[in-house]
């Protein structure tokens, strides 16, 4: 079991200058580090305030000097907006400057008004992706390489540069599971997939593993082999005051983000306008399935999601835009709560391994 850090780098005030957004994630993943976190991750979004990072491996390569041991993540590179060769040379690049820290997420996109911006549909995003992968894979297994594919040729091609770590980064998927070809490439090259439940309850995870499982053994391997991670929410908070704003600072991230995806944002510049989503919980259920609340609960909620579905890797966003209040998290999450899951359930690096939750 394995806990990270998620720095969306958003911008819902406009008061709040760029180079402060930026500062203040650094500051955010010191700290992860200092606690003891394994990853920390960062996101890639176009065009808007809903996240300043363009390109996660800028940003690994940039906290990369200024850190020591925690591992740095893409969350995730969004394959279709790149040229590959270019993006095979950089993702070997950061790991290269990192020393070998360089965990690589990757997805196809969800957002039309991103892709649209770079002439590119998410019709055929998955094929695409699913071609980017396949070169990466053999330009770092294989000393010249060369690809013929529907979207992507590529004439022999030799790298001056690989990844430290052989063959390659260790990769997540995000979303794509919807795609046959990308469940039978992630079960048989163990690539992990990366989920979450939104706002929703947690005990959505519990279908989420189980459709894991299933994808597992119908390629041959047992549920022993699944590995998981999930995305989780936290805020530390004192008052049911700071949970409420906890709260409405993640419902706003989801409203933008499913206007997104359904193509019905409205933007003012580079501004989203916040749009209710049609069924979306209260801030009181946001608040109670949401890791917001003091140390007891949030300890309590980790230790039954463990339990509940057995992931491999939980990282938490704590970026909710009060900067104060995602360092007290931090901290907390390092002196209190994962002291009290280890008095539990024993060294974490014991628990959630593959093949451990009751979710079957």
């Known amino acids: 079991m394995k806990l990270g850090v998620f720095c969306l780098l958003p911008q819902r005030e406009q008061s709040t200058p760029p180079e402060q957004v930026f500062a203040q994630t650094v500051e955010q993943v010191q700290l992860a580090e200092a606690i003891g976190l394994d990853i920390a991750w960062f996101a890639e979004h176009h065009f808007s305030n809903y996240c300043l990072c363009v390109s996660p491996l800028v940003m690994a390569a940039y906290v990369a000097p200024i850190t020591k041991r925690i591992r740095l993540g893409s969350g995730v590179v969004v394959l279709p907006l790149y040229d590959p060769v270019r993006l095979i040379e950089e993702v070997a690049t950061v790991d290269v400057m990192s020393g070998g820290r360089l965990v690589l997420g990757i997805g196809s996109g969800y957002q039309p008004y991103e892709f649209e911006r770079f002439g590119q549909t998410l019709d055929d995003s998955i094929d695409r992706s699913l071609e980017i992968l396949e070169m990466m894979e053999l330009a770092y297994a294989q000393e010249t390489f060369s690809y013929a594919g529907q979207y992507y040729q590529q004439p022999p091609t030799s790298l001056a540069l690989k990844p430290v770590q052989q063959p390659m980064p260790e990769i997540y998927v995000a979303g794509m599971m919807r ?122 909620q980790i230790a039954s999601e463990i339990t509940m579905y057995g992931p491999t890797h939980m990282c938490f966003s704590v970026g909710m835009g009060d900067h104060a209040r995602s360092m007290r998290s931090l901290e907390v999450l390092g002196s209190e709560i994962i002291p009290a899951l280890e008095q539990r359930l024993g060294p974490l690096d014991a628990v959630g391994s593959p093949g451990s939750a009751a979710a079957g």
């Open 179 to 300: 795609d046959e070809r990308m469940r039978k490439r992630l079960v048989e090259k163990g690539y992990v997939p990366l989920a979450q439940p939104r706002w929703g309850p947690p005990s959505i995870m519990v279908e989420t593993r189980r459709e894991f499982d299933a994808m597992h053994r119908a390629y041959g391997k047992s549920e022993a082999d699944v590995r998981m991670a999930v995305l989780r929410w936290l805020n530390v908070t004192g008052s049911r005051e700071e949970s409420l704003a906890a709260a409405d600072a993640l419902r706003y991230t989801y409203r933008v983000a499913l206007a997104c995806r359904g193509g019905y944002q409205r933007m003012d510049g580079a501004r989203h306008r916040e749009i209710p989503a049609e069924g979306e919980p209260t801030l009181e259920q946001i608040a109670e399935y949401a890791m917001i609340g003091d140390a007891e609960k949030i300890t309590d």
